[in-house]
């Protein structure tokens, strides 16, 4: 029992296992010093009154090849980020969860909202298709991703003769 206007220090119960703080119900809602905390305040009024800690379920959502991963309630956006390509492959989108879900499934930094169900979603990574550059009587022959700028070196004519120019590929490139 508490005189009005005492400020009491409340704290909820820790959550059962699948489940997180959700927040307070009961007694005058500008009373908490904020409702959505586990440990808050209450200011007692003239009235018995009655508070209770809300619990929500949770599920998993785990990101494979980035982060993000974690325990969530449904309906929960969470930031998503994929892990850096690794060599030769660029981020190519989302696979697994719900389509509409993502915020942008084409981005590696987006979001998702979560479903009430355990989700997994995957960074994706495709091998970017290199193409044979032959120089002849020159440097820089390799394999390259389409539009690579390479730099290209003609060997030194032979005496008496000098650099005409190149031939063959694409003279836009």
Same mark, same amino acid.
């Given at each position: 029992?508490?005189?009005?206007?005492?400020?009491?220090?409340?704290?909820?119960?820790?959550?059962?296992?699948?489940?997180?703080?959700?927040?307070?119900?009961?007694?005058?809602?500008?009373?908490?010093?904020?409702?959505?905390?586990? +440990?808050? !305040?209450?200011?007692?009024?003239?009235?018995?009154?009655? %508070?209770?800690?809300?619990?929500?379920?949770?599920?998993?959502?785990?990101?494979?090849?980035?982060?993000?991963?974690?325990?969530?309630?449904?309906?929960? %956006?969470?930031? %998503?980020?994929?892990?850096?390509?690794?060599?030769?492959?660029?981020?190519?989108?989302?696979?697994?969860?719900?389509?509409?879900?993502?915020?942008?499934?084409?981005?590696?930094?987006? !979001?998702?909202? !979560?479903?009430?169900?355990?989700?997994? %979603?995957?960074? !994706?990574?495709?091998?970017?298709?290199?193409?044979?550059?032959?120089?002849?009587?020159?440097?820089? +022959?390799?394999?390259?991703?389409?539009?690579?700028?390479?730099?290209?070196?003609?060997?030194?004519?032979?005496?008496?003769?000098?650099?005409?120019?190149?031939?063959?590929?694409?003279?836009?490139?």
């Amino acid at each position: 029992n508490y005189a009005p206007g005492t400020v009491v220090s409340i704290t909820a119960n820790p959550p059962s296992a699948g489940q997180m703080f959700a927040g307070w119900t009961g007694g005058t809602a500008t009373n908490f010093g904020n409702a959505v905390l586990a +440990s808050t !305040t209450y200011t007692t009024t003239s009235l018995a009154q009655t %508070i209770t800690a809300t619990y929500a379920t949770t599920y998993a959502f785990t990101v494979n090849g980035g982060s993000g991963s974690g325990n969530y309630t449904a309906g929960s %956006i969470v930031s %998503i980020r994929a892990n850096p390509a690794p060599l030769g492959q660029v981020f190519g989108g989302w696979t697994g969860g719900t389509a509409a879900n993502f915020g942008n499934a084409a981005s590696a930094s987006t !979001t998702y909202t !979560t479903v009430a169900a355990a989700q997994t %979603i995957t960074a !994706t990574y495709p091998v970017v298709p290199s193409y044979a550059l032959t120089v002849t009587s020159g440097t820089g +022959s390799g394999s390259y991703a389409a539009g690579t700028a390479v730099a290209i070196t003609a060997n030194a004519p032979p005496t008496g003769q000098v650099f005409a120019g190149w031939t063959g590929g694409t003279a836009a490139n």
